[in-house]
């Protein structure tokens, strides 16, 4: 947060000095306001920057009690030609209980140089995913985890106003293809502050959703639950790239696989941070 420290300095020394008051006076009127985020800027795509995506997921029954856990981690680069974007080194370790060691991680080949221009309405039309086996939900997730991040990020400078909730989507329904449906129930991002990332001054944005309806029908298995998500974004205020961000989910639900009578209550408890991997 900003302090008020500077402007107390000066006003003291002004007491002292005859004439200071008014040029500090003229100086404070004449800067642009501190708290206010740049509009109309473009995001500046001088070059390819690329990111690691981690990504924890944690199961667990309906005393909180972890079963399994998964690590899905990739390398995702943005500003390519003609707007594209593409992952590298997808993999996915998986480990027991709430403690032991991941095993090695397997290479999702599927996903090594899958490539698309940037746009997140595309990823969700019926055959954008169609190199992709019908099972990999949570690789799917990375695709609309990180056009989610940068939407929010990058596109709502002209509507932020400092500790002022926006809501941007409210009874949004979508489509997930191969996968089953998602419900926004109010999205709502906040801008909290300025932080700093990487050298660079940032905008620190919020986003929340919560009591989000989902119903998830693939493999053999099916879930009607709930979503609530929430994280933070750090954007940069000179370049509008994002700096880094965070992504906490909590799923929770009826889930019936296959050859079972009866459903069982699961969560599922996800941890992601997006990281500029070429920050300079």
């Not at 199961?59 to 009690?65: I, L, Q």
């Not at 941007?168 to 191969?178: K, Q, R, V």
């Not at 502050?193 to 919560?210: K, M, V």
Request: with cysteine; glycine share 8%; aromatic share 12%.
């Amino acid at each position: 947060m900003l302090s008020n420290t500077a402007s107390v300095f000066l006003a003291s020394l002004a007491c002292l000095v005859p004439g200071l008051l008014g040029q500090v006076a003229w100086a404070q009127s004449s800067a642009p306001p501190a708290w206010e985020l740049p509009h109309g800027r473009m995001v500046t795509e001088d070059r390819p920057r690329s990111y690691r995506f981690t990504v924890d997921y944690n199961s667990a029954n309906s005393k909180g009690e972890i079963i399994t856990r998964q690590r899905l981690t990739g390398e995702y680069t943005r500003g390519l030609a003609n707007g594209e974007v593409v992952w590298n080194d997808v993999a996915l370790a998986n480990a027991d209980g709430p403690a032991s060691a991941f095993a090695a991680a397997e290479k999702m080949t599927f996903m090594e140089g899958f490539r698309y221009r940037n746009d997140l309405s595309a990823t969700m039309k019926p055959d954008f995913f169609k190199a992709f086996p019908p099972t990999a939900v949570i690789e799917r997730n990375l695709v609309w985890d990180t056009g989610m991040i940068e939407w929010f990020g990058q596109n709502f400078f002209e509507n932020l106003k400092l500790n002022q909730p926006y809501h941007i989507a409210s009874d949004h329904d979508m489509n997930l293809p191969d996968v089953g449906t998602f419900r926004n129930r109010d999205v709502v991002l906040e801008w909290i502050g300025r932080s700093q990332r990487n050298g660079q001054d940032c905008a620190l944005i919020e986003y929340r959703a919560f009591f989000n309806p989902l119903e998830i029908v693939n493999g053999g298995m099916t879930l009607k639950g709930r979503s609530d998500y929430w994280g933070q974004i750090w954007v940069s205020l000179a370049t509008k790239q994002i700096e880094y961000a965070t992504i906490y989910e909590n799923v929770g639900g009826e889930m019936q696989l296959a050859g079972q009578n009866t459903p069982q209550v699961i969560s599922v408890f996800r941890i992601g941070s997006l990281e500029p991997l070429n920050s300079k």
